[in-house]
């Protein structure tokens, strides 16, 4: 295995290529030759690493894990690890994080086992936990992208010659158009590739690099007797045809040419990208493209934007097909195509993104739904099911079968443990962009990052300041231990606030900056000079009001909300729970419901839930009292340990961090609900005043 492993040593350290090693015998043979090849190699125990990389309790913030350090740590050109040992979730967690850095680093990365069984011997220890349990999925990503590596950077067996099953896979296809591969390249073209040669008067020439879109797309050539084309290690593992589809049209294309022609593949110009003034992060960030990234948009800094932008700025290197964009609700899909085919449309792109019609841009819901439609036989289903909320278990009346929402979520964790369905359908994703992703729960997010098959090409966006919905199975620890399942992924935090008044924004801060455990940022508002952005408040932005009673409360709340939408002003009432919103909407009355209650000038009620991801140039937040807001069922004792805190890696953090998930969860409602207003905030009440409006006098 050693020999064949350095018969294509160039090639495999030039696209960072390991190696399984079994034995002893074999370890020693390795060092013995990395020795003859001068190289740097490092032996390290996984002991060790676990000794240096002691993380359980120490915890404090978001970005305090240690993997970040591990480059450092593992300083080598070749790397053999072992004595690997998986006797807990943070063991995994670190195996995770070394895995990572050989994907993402210039390495020579081996895995020693002791057993000739293959890599899913190190996850034999996990083998006994429930199928859907937490823990269970998170291991099951981290196999995931140890699988990932080892198809598509380690040489563990020498079945495949000394390449990688994927790259022995191409070679295979190649072979099959009649090529054969040439042993001795006559010249020295600086850095190594695979030469195909076809009786010596065609050759093919691949250069596989480890990284994605930016580094595949330059230095395609098309010669009168040869083709030199750039791809990634990525996409030779999950599109292999496409790489043989791109051969045999340079093969026709060559043919009929005498002279050498650049052919840039699938390459637009940079300018095209400019879509839309952003600002200086929001650039950096949608120009990333070789990590997995988290956008912390804080309350108006853009997070829409962000993603149209980066969609945008992807169709430069792969097809528009190949990105799909999930979100929570049709009404914010729908925003997002129409932003896109606006901006496609200034540029004077002819498309077919028309309004309500971009592919791939839906709901997580709908999206999910619609795997389940495609692969309902695997499931057992005469026919594709159909939805009904109202049936708790699945019903069946003839040939038709029917589904909820929480069972279709089961569904798809159930297709995806095939893993040729979830190849599949990873392999039509080339890059996957997550809204909300403070909102989604935990089953969602594994089966996102299943379908990512730990490429890392996702970006998430989202504010863990935002996190609103625990209690329908939002699991804002997602958001939270993004470093736990993407040690190399970059985090961009947005703090400029282009919405709201300067008070505002400061008003908003001192709701958020006591939460123990979140993303540090402070919001700025997006002139940064203390003035307020606009001119059209000349009254304090903050208003704290206290009446009487309630009625009081409630005719200055109608008097003052009629004012502002005769003025022209976009304004909403804010409240706790829905049955407040139905009593303000008797008050003022003329409103009309569609999921949200909309008055006909402009103005809106409904809960603080209902508004996210609106903003009005004024808002009033009514019934800030004692056990309203914060509500008194979300505060209490049983409360304040919910079902968040079960989460696995809560084990982690330090034990003086207090979490009091019911209480934070409340203050970013509150946070969000002052969010919403760009120019004026109303907070009213009569009664006790709410613990919130206390701590920010």
Not at 53 to 70: A, E, Q, R, V, Y
Not at 77 to 88: A, G, N, S, T, Y
Not at 281 to 302: F, M, N, R, Y
Not at 307 to 313: P, R
Request: hydrophobic residues 40%; charged residues 25%; aromatic residues 14%.
């Amino acid at each position: 295995m050693i020999n064949l492993y350095f018969k294509n040593f160039n090639f495999n350290l030039s696209c960072y290529i390991g190696t399984m090693i079994y034995s002893e015998s074999d370890k020693e043979d390795f060092i013995k030759k990395a020795a003859e090849f001068k190289n740097d190699y490092k032996l390290y125990s996984f002991k060790a690493l676990k000794a240096y990389f002691n993380f359980n309790g120490g915890i404090t913030s978001p970005l305090g894990f240690p993997f970040k350090d591990i480059a450092g740590f593992l300083s080598a050109k070749f790397i053999i690890l072992e004595d690997v040992e998986i006797k807990c979730l943070s063991d995994a967690a670190l195996l995770n994080a070394v895995c990572d850095f050989a994907i993402n680093s210039p390495v020579v990365f081996c895995l020693k086992t002791d057993n000739s069984s293959g890599i899913d011997d190190v996850f034999s220890l996990y083998l006994n936990y429930a199928k859907n349990s937490p823990e269970y999925m998170i291991l099951d990503v981290y196999k995931t992208r140890l699988t990932f590596l080892a198809e598509t950077r380690m040489i563990y067996s020498g079945k495949h010659g000394g390449y990688t099953s994927s790259m022995a896979n191409v070679i295979l296809k190649i072979n099959a158009l009649g090529f054969y591969i040439k042993k001795a390249p006559s010249e020295n073209y600086g850095k190594p590739y695979l030469f195909f040669s076809n009786d010596k008067k065609f050759e093919i020439k691949i250069a596989a690099v480890p990284f994605r879109m930016n580094a595949a797309s330059n230095g395609e050539f098309i010669l009168k007797n040869g083709i030199s084309i750039n791809t990634t290690l990525t996409d030779i593992y999950f599109y292999p045809d496409e790489l043989i589809n791109k051969i045999k049209i340079f093969l026709g294309t060559s043919r009929n040419m005498r002279k050498s022609i650049n052919c840039r593949y699938n390459k637009t110009s940079a300018n095209k990208t400019a879509f839309d003034k952003i600002s200086a992060i929001q650039d950096i960030s949608v120009k990333e493209t070789s990590s997995p990234q988290l956008i912390i948009a804080g309350a108006g800094s853009g997070k829409t934007k962000i993603i149209v932008n980066k969609f945008l700025y992807l169709l430069n290197f792969i097809p528009a097909d190949s990105i799909i964009i999930l979100t929570f609700t049709n009404n914010a899909a729908i925003e997002i195509k129409n932003r896109i085919a606006s901006c496609l449309r200034l540029k004077g792109i002819k498309n077919n993104f028309k309004a309500g019609n971009v592919l791939n841009i839906s709901t997580y819901h709908s999206f999910f739904y619609s795997i389940v439609k495609e692969f309902y036989k695997d499931l057992g289903f005469k026919s594709p099911p159909l939805i009904n909320q109202n049936r708790d278990n699945f019903g069946e009346t003839a040939d038709i079968a029917f589904i909820s929402y929480g069972e279709i979520i089961l569904c798809v964790i159930e297709l995806l443990r095939n893993k040729d369905i979830a190849l599949e359908i990873a392999s039509r994703f080339k890059y996957i962009l997550i809204d909300e992703y403070q909102d989604l729960d935990f089953l969602s997010d594994y089966i996102i990052k299943k379908i990512d098959f730990a490429r890392g090409a996702v970006m998430y966006a989202g504010d863990d300041d935002q996190a609103i919905y625990g209690f329908n199975g939002g699991d804002s620890f997602n958001i939270l231990f993004f470093d736990l399942f993407f040690p190399s992924g970059k985090v961009f935090v947005l703090q400029n606030n282009f919405r709201s008044n300067y008070k505002i924004v400061d008003f908003c801060n001192s709701i958020i900056n006591k939460i123990a455990f979140r993303y540090p940022k402070k919001l700025t508002a997006k002139t940064g000079s203390g003035e307020p952005p606009t001119n059209a408040s000349r009254n304090n932005p903050v208003n704290v009001l206290r009446f009487k009673n309630k009625n009081a409360e409630e005719e200055f709340i109608k008097k003052m909300f009629n004012k502002l939408i005769s003025q022209g002003k976009s304004t909403a009432i804010l409240v706790r729970t829905q049955r407040e919103a139905e009593h303000f909407e008797t008050i003022i009355g003329g409103f009309y419901h569609n999921n949200f209650s909309f008055y006909s000038g402009g103005g809106f009620i409904g809960t603080i839930h209902r508004s996210k991801g609106l903003e009005f140039d004024a808002v009033f937040i009514a019934n800030v009292t004692h056990g309203n807001i914060p509500h008194l069922k979300s505060i209490s004792p049983a409360n304040t340990a919910r079902d968040a805190l079960r989460h696995p890696f809560i084990k982690f953090l330090d034990s003086r961090i207090e979490l009091k998930t019911g209480e934070n969860d409340e203050a970013k409602l509150f946070y969000v609900a002052a969010s919403r207003a760009k120019e004026i905030i109303f907070i009213t009440y009569a009664g006790k005043m709410s613990e919130f409006l206390k701590e920010n006098r």
